[in-house]
């Protein structure tokens, strides 16, 4: 059950007043042909009095002496509040759980047994204060209150002028389908009309052709009275020309075919694929906005950008895509750049600055109207172009332990039989080689870059850069080349390795496989002898950057950029991409890296 609102009833009452200011309440008592102004309202009576009347219903030394009386009013309250569940109790306390009065039964007995009450002294003296700090604070943001007013205004204003020019719009483009389906009518109107009359003129003319066939009548009945000449030479010459025409006629009469056709078949028109385009017209809403996919978004040279739109969002006219450079402290904020309509999920970006962040955003179009942008996502261009290649089918690597795809862009390590075969010379103290693979295209000057991605189940997986005579070397003789007692970063021969190490090589392969990333002991990346800050978790994209000219090659974590590893190396010859697979692993190239579509110096 539910209590009055006493107190609101009393505002309503003194609002109402105060509006009926001029209208006196009559005395409920006066005879009704005298009836007096009221002065007095009784609460206990329930029943407004003029003075008169209300000494004679309320006489002194009598109970209702003792009633309580206010100015004259039609609000009738009890003067107490009564509980709604036990109608004879008063309501003494309040009850914070449910929020409202209750009286003792309540809480001995009733529903709000187990509920925690206050007396109402104190819920009226807290409530009290709550409220007054509510409005106090209210009446503090006045100005900001008006000002938010202020543009709630201009945003209605705004409102009601893109209603009216959406409208105006709308008005305009069904006026312009309305003139094109007009314009189109009175067309194929037209053309159905020359077409009628043309056969009728045709049909008319074979008609009147053949009329004349008939005796007494055109070309028979002339004929007939050319016969009735018995001029020779008058004869001869009629009948030479009319025999012409009569062998026409009959010609024609051998070989009846109408002179047009009857059938207006070429009119007929098909609209039911626009009336279905028609039905299909959408008068929806804002569109949803679409989604990068990051997973299928590359940036190198170019930004290859991929999207998609929410599930079971309607069909879009077109897309925009915006992008900016992200700019640095020391660098002035950039504007963003619009490409073109796009009417496929995915655009390319070109000529974007090399290592750089850009930051990307894209929107639909429904109608006319734009959906909001999607959350921006942000790619970091590689530091040097793009280089182009294929894994080498020609470079000699092993066919039983390395399988090529079709494609010439991924090569997966098989541990085969003659795996296990070679296996078994541990025992006697040799080593299971590297099955090493190149790129088909070789690097001789400039700067170069090129990314690709390691399987995270891979076993073993060298990664790096070599000059042609070491790939020499190795695939004439590559029994010995991966035993620990001539790698680098194996552990063995450590009084010699940090030598070793520091000295311009020919070659450069950075360690990883199972899931993980070995940066080499002598990496300016990593503290001696520091194991934790030598092992990373394998990035799932990996970038290499040869700098031909400098002598030196980058390792990246290919997504953020960020430089995972570099050294020296000596690129006096021809350097090659090169990878080395053992014990079952895969690598795959990017993209971008096999379609060989950016030019590099």
């Not at 709604?84 to 009733?110: A, D, S, W």
């Not at 047009?260 to 385009?277: G, N, R, V």
């Not at 020499?472 to 010995?480: G, M, Y």
């Not at 006096?572 to 971008?592: I, K, Q």
Request: proline residues 4%; contains cysteine; aromatic residues 10%.
């Amino acid at each position: 059950m539910l209590f009055r609102n006493f107190t609101l009833e009393s505002i309503v009452e003194r609002y109402r007043q105060a509006a009926r200011a001029a209208v006196a309440i009559m005395c409920n008592m006066c005879k009704p042909a005298a009836v007096q102004e009221a002065t007095k309202s009784c609460m206990d009576c329930k029943a407004s009095y003029c003075n008169e009347c209300f000494k004679l219903h309320h006489p002194w030394g009598t109970p209702k002496a003792q009633h309580e009386y206010v100015g004259p009013t039609t609000n009738f309250r009890p003067k107490v509040l009564m509980c709604p569940e036990h109608e004879m109790e008063k309501v003494n306390m309040y009850c914070e759980v449910c929020r409202r009065p209750v009286c003792h039964l309540c809480k001995l007995g009733g529903s709000h047994a187990n509920h925690k009450v206050t007396s109402m002294s104190s819920a009226y003296k807290i409530l009290k204060e709550k409220l007054s700090k509510s409005i106090h604070y209210l009446i503090s943001k006045e100005d900001q209150v008006r000002n938010q007013i202020s543009e709630l205004e201009v945003l209605i204003h705004q409102t009601e002028e893109n209603g009216q020019l959406a409208e105006r719009r709308a008005n305009e483009h069904f006026e312009r389908l309305f003139e094109t389906l007009q314009e189109k009518k009175t067309e194929m109107l037209r053309s159905i009309e020359q077409s009628r009359n043309c056969r009728l003129n045709k049909f008319k003319s074979q008609v009147e052709e053949y009329q004349g066939m008939l005796e007494n009548s055109g070309l028979v009945g002339y004929a007939q009275e050319v016969l009735k000449e018995t001029d020779q030479s008058c004869f001869v010459q009629t009948a030479k020309q009319l025999h012409v025409r009569v062998q026409k006629a009959t010609e024609s009469l051998k070989t009846f075919q109408p002179a047009a056709s009857p059938s207006f078949d070429e009119f007929f028109l098909d609209t039911s694929k626009e009336e279905s385009l028609l039905k299909e017209l959408s008068f929806g809403g804002v569109p949803d906005p679409p989604m990068i996919d990051l997973s299928q978004s590359r940036v190198y040279n170019e930004g290859l950008i991929h999207w998609r739109l929410p599930e079971d969002s309607l069909p879009t006219d077109h897309h925009v895509l915006e992008y900016k450079k992200v700019a640095t402290e020391d660098e002035a904020k950039s504007q963003w750049q619009m490409s073109d309509r796009i009417y496929g999920s995915s655009t390319v970006v070109c000529d974007l600055d090399r290592y750089c962040r850009y930051a990307f955003r894209v929107r639909s179009c429904r109608n006319g109207v734009y959906s909001p942008y999607s959350p921006e996502v942000s790619f970091h261009t590689p530091p040097a172009p793009v280089f182009g290649f294929l894994f080498n089918e020609k470079c000699g690597f092993s066919v039983e332990r390395l399988q090529l795809s079709k494609r010439r862009d991924s090569v997966e390590s098989v541990a085969g039989m003659a795996f296990l075969l070679a296996a078994d010379r541990v025992q006697t103290g040799s080593y299971i080689c590297l099955d090493y693979i190149v790129g088909d295209t070789g690097i001789s000057h400039g700067r170069h870059y090129w990314a690709f991605r390691v399987d995270p189940s891979s076993y073993m997986v060298k990664v790096g850069v070599a000059s042609d005579s070491k790939l020499i070397e190795w695939f004439h003789n590559p029994r010995d080349t991966s035993s620990p007692r001539y790698d680098h970063d194996s552990g063995h021969d450590s009084g010699s390795e940090d030598t070793c190490y520091d000295l311009s090589q020919p070659f450069t392969l950075v360690t990883m496989g199972m899931g993980k990333l070995f940066i080499p002991k002598a990496s300016i990346t990593a503290s001696a002898g520091d194991h934790g800050n030598r092992v990373l978790p394998l990035p799932q994209r990996i970038g290499v950057c040869l700098d031909y000219d400098a002598g030196r090659v980058f390792f990246y974590d290919a997504d953020t950029m960020r430089c995972l590893y570099e050294r020296q190396v000596d690129c006096s010859g021809t350097m090659y991409p090169a990878f080395g697979l053992m014990g079952g692993g895969a690598v795959h190239l990017e993209e971008f890296i096999t379609a060989k579509r950016l030019s590099y110096m």
